[in-house]
């Protein structure tokens, strides 16, 4: 599959094809999101329906974890892995969390 990148806009962002998310990536892929990233600052890669464990791994090719919003806190209503920053205001089951949450 060719790997190609389009911008979005004129000012930020770009739309990258080629490339499955879900896969472990190669080098030369590695290579081309890095330097999509740099040259868009934000990068889209559509049609990614990945599971959490893919999106770690797909986020460990560019680098060391750190830690994220929910790392030191593990609450059991909080919906996803502490490595995500899960910035919402509903619980695992998607009911809306209170206003002292």
Request: aromatic share 4%; with cysteine.
């Amino acid at each position: 599959m060719t790997i190609d990148a389009k911008p979005l806009t004129r000012h930020i962002g770009g739309r990258m094809t080629g490339i499955d998310a879900r896969q472990p990536l190669t080098p030369d892929e590695v290579r081309a999101i890095d330097a999509g990233m740099d040259r868009y600052a934000v990068l889209v890669l559509p049609g990614q329906d990945i599971t959490d464990a893919q999106q770690l791994a797909f986020t460990a090719n560019f680098g060391a974890f750190q830690d994220g919003a929910n790392s030191t806190e593990r609450r059991p209503e909080l919906r996803l892995d502490p490595a995500f920053a899960d910035v919402s205001n509903l619980d695992k089951e998607g009911h809306k969390l209170g206003c002292e949450d």
